[in-house]
């Protein structure tokens, strides 16, 4: 990648939910608006290599993409007022929004975000829009064809206009109520979608986006939460696999190859995130992150983290982390408790991830052929041949 | 923007326990600040007939055209900005509690 193009990467990564949010503000055509971001860009990459990287890419590139959308606008010859407001739109880096003045991009992430969509339209309609993603990407990420992901985001787009939803960001009570579904799309497009080794496809654009998220609405607690969660989850990235491919549990990796700039940023953002589920996971990622070895994690710490978002989110699956982290910090008895319990009502029936954890803390209380049978017996369910051999080598090592 | 909001019934036993609004005090507010036009609750199915010309000949059907279980029972036709000021109205309506309100947008030329 020349310098060039490098420079165009970095300004267009910046700048492009500025120029599309103002775009679609002043014309209110969701496709213009993206078209002319992207033609932008273009012309960037065309232009750059050889005039030399402007002062201010990200105006350079606002006024290319208006001067884009004011030849569209003119040609189709539309009403006066928006070739106006236009006109006027130079700012290329407006200054941070005080009182009423609401950030453009703030706008256009909670309308991509309007809970009247349907929540794989809000994820697709936000990495295209918001993040800038080609929809190719977004397509192969989610398994389906190219011509399948533009439907799917032209509808969205219809259904916006149609339905009447406002390109707004709700205020009071209303920002309250929206902004968990705002955080779920967030959360979601980080988790879904998987590039060809595996990993996440859009954990760096989730990441981009909770971060903005955060800087638009420093107030939001909840907001800074999931900025957490994602950079600390995502410092692991490089040490998740073994050179197989395999995954590796948090026991297994090398914690010098764990990101220390995104540990440090995560913990940091902790300060000011709160007490709700994003935060509590956040707390429970930090709690691993900064121990200098698994021996040395401050179990006890995420016990706590455990019961409060037991609370907040009683679903099994908590509650069978719930137990886990337990096991850990008061002692297998203690853990295997709770995991009795949760499994009571029979939710985490076959679910390899509770038989083993059951396993394990059957190990732990010195119960070795108890838990060679239940590790085989998880073996059984699970789907990918590396989980099912290192469940039949844990097995082997208890009862050889 | 206009919107057609479908009162209707649902078929799921769901019923919000909260107090519902009351009816009363929903049109009388909406009507004082101008997001409903007009409005009306609907006779029962029963009373429902359906027109149609085929071959140039009428044919009159007792009942409504769609057997289905959930029962319109009232319209109101509202004025809104967008979505979320109509969704408020709905959401203020007593049969959101106890049915569901379906929001139609109005084509306008």
């Not at chain 1, 106006?84 to 941070?96: N, Q, S, V």
């Not at chain 2, 519902?20 to 507010?29: F, G, H, S």
């Amino acid at each position: 990648m020349t310098d060039a193009a490098g420079a165009v990467a970095e300004a267009g990564a910046e700048a492009y939910p500025r120029i599309v949010a103002a775009l679609i503000r002043v014309t209110g055509d969701w496709t213009l608006a993206e078209d002319c971001a992207q033609e932008a860009l273009a012309a960037a990459l065309e232009r750059w290599p050889r005039t030399g990287v402007p002062d201010n890419p990200g105006g350079w590139l606002m006024t290319a993409a208006r001067n884009r959308a004011v030849d569209v606008l003119r040609r189709a010859t539309v009403e006066r007022r928006k070739l106006r407001d236009l006109a006027l739109l130079t700012d290329p880096a407006p200054a941070p929004p005080e009182g009423d003045v609401v950030d453009d991009r703030l706008r256009l992430i909670f309308t991509c975000c309007h809970p009247a969509l349907a929540l794989e339209a809000r994820v697709a309609l936000t990495l295209r829009t918001v993040a800038g993603v080609p929809t190719a990407d977004i397509a192969r990420a989610f398994l389906v064809t190219e011509s399948t992901m533009t439907r799917r985001l032209t509808r969205a787009k219809a259904r916006i206009a149609a339905a009447g939803v406002p390109y707004r960001v709700p205020t009071g009570p209303a920002l309250v109520e929206r902004l968990p579904g705002v955080l779920a799309v967030l959360y979601l497009l980080f988790t879904r979608g998987y590039d060809a080794d595996g990993e996440p496809a859009f954990a760096a654009e989730a990441i981009r986006l909770a971060r903005l998220l955060h800087t638009l609405l420093p107030d939001q607690p909840e907001a800074a939460g999931l900025l957490a969660l994602f950079l600390l989850h995502h410092s692991r990235r490089a040490a998740r696999r073994d050179p197989s491919g395999d995954l590796l549990t948090l026991d297994q990796q090398d914690r010098a190859r764990w990101d220390r700039a995104a540990i440090a940023e995560g913990v940091a953002l902790l300060e000011r995130a709160g007490d709700g589920p994003y935060a509590l996971q956040a707390r429970i990622a930090a709690a691993h992150a900064t121990a200098p070895t698994a021996a040395d994690t401050d179990w006890p710490a995420i016990a706590g983290c455990y019961d409060a978002l037991a609370r907040l989110q009683p679903t099994p699956v908590v509650g069978l982390n719930r137990a886990v982290a337990h096991g850990y910090a008061h002692g297998p008895a203690a853990g295997l408790a709770l995991l009795v319990e949760v499994r009571a009502g029979g939710a985490l029936d076959g679910y390899p991830p509770a038989v083993a954890a059951e396993a394990e803390l059957a190990a732990r209380l010195g119960d070795p052929v108890r838990a060679a049978a239940l590790f085989r017996a998880a073996a059984d369910e699970v789907r990918s041949d590396p989980e099912r051999r290192a469940l039949l080598r844990r097995a082997a090592e208890l009862s050889p | 923007m206009k919107y057609m909001m479908l009162v209707c019934t649902d078929t799921e036993p769901d019923r919000d326990p909260g107090a519902a609004p009351d009816i009363e005090k929903w049109v009388a507010e909406r009507d004082a600040n101008g997001q409903r036009l007009t409005g009306s609750r609907f006779a029962p199915p029963s009373a429902a007939t359906t027109v149609r010309v085929r071959d140039g000949e009428l044919l009159l059907t007792d009942g409504p055209f769609a057997e289905t279980k959930e029962v319109i029972v009232g319209f109101d036709l509202l004025e809104c900005a967008d979505l979320d000021e109509a969704v408020e109205v709905a959401r203020a309506h007593p049969m959101a509690y106890a049915g569901r309100i379906e929001l139609r947008p109005l084509v306008e030329d």
